[in-house]
T-cell receptor, first 112, second 114 residues
Framework: NAGVTQTPKFRVLKTGQSMTLLCAQD?????MYWYRQDPGMGLRLIHYSVGEGTTAKGEVPDGYNVSRLKKQNFLLGLESAAPSQTSVYFC???????????FGPGTRLTVL | GQNIDQPTEMTATEGAIVQINCTYQTSGFNGLFWYQQHAGEAPTFLSYNVLDGLEEKGRFSSFLSRSKGYSYLLLKELQMKDSASYLCAVRGAYSGGGADGLTFGKGTHLIIQP
């Protein structure tokens, strides 16, 4: 039981490049979330999903897109990376609204 | 909107007790969580309060007062491994409808000294 996994762990991009971050969970959770964590800012919600085929915007969605084609996977896309998107990205999942969220190990992204 | 405040940094001594406070102002309230995060690692769940009062779990306890918009995390018998950031998070209600995520405070960096 791997819990929540994220791919890749580290990535360096140039401004304007695109990439996709993959989050996978093997706990059969309905809810999945993408956060970013910046120094002095805390964790901020980017997008979330309440089930397969559904997505919704969080607090800071601009510049990101997401997809949840399979229940176990939640993808975060950056179409045209900007230096302001340099951050640590965490994926999380939960079985319901009334349970704690389980976090993945994070992806450290640097945009030059 | 949602606003969550907690101290930026605290220092305590090994074996002692420390209380980390969290105050919040939210448009809706459906529970408060505390997470622990060691440097370079993912947050891990510590406690959840949705009703007023104290929840105890081993060396850690968490208290909630909904009328005051206030919570605290109490750590007893401090150990060096408790050096970490402690994140207060409130589950409110987003105006967009649908499921709600968590709004996190900026975290309290706790330093344990021998």
């Amino acid at each position: 039981n791997a819990g929540v996994t994220q791919t890749p762990k580290f990535r360096v991009l140039k401004t304007g490049q695109s990439m996709t971050l993959l989050c996978a969970q093997d706990m059969n959770h309905e809810y999945m979330y993408w956060y970013r964590q910046d120094p002095g800012m805390g964790l901020r919600l980017i997008h979330y999903s309440v089930g397969e085929g559904t997505t919704a915007k969080g607090e800071v969605p601009d510049g990101y897109n997401v997809s949840r084609l399979k229940k176990q996977n939640f993808l975060l896309g950056l179409e045209s990376a900007a230096p302001s998107q340099t951050s640590v990205y965490f994926c999380a999942s939960s079985p319901s609204l009334y349970n704690e969220q389980f976090f993945g190990p994070g992806t450290r992204l640097t945009v030059l | 909107g949602q606003n969550i405040d907690q101290p930026t940094e605290m220092t305590a001594t090994e074996g002692a007790i420390v209380q980390i406070n969290c105050t919040y102002q939210t448009s809706g309230f459906n529970g408060l969580f505390w997470y622990q995060q060691h440097a370079g690692e993912a947050p891990t769940f510590l406690s959840y309060n949705v009703l007023d009062g104290l929840e105890e779990k081993g060396r850690f306890s968490s208290f909630l007062s909904r009328s005051k918009g206030y919570s605290y995390l109490l750590l007893k018998e401090l150990q060096m491994k408790d050096s970490a950031s402690y994140l207060c998070a409130v589950r409110g209600a987003y105006s967009g409808g649908g499921a709600d995520g968590l709004t996190f405070g900026k975290g309290t960096h706790l330093i344990i000294q021998p």
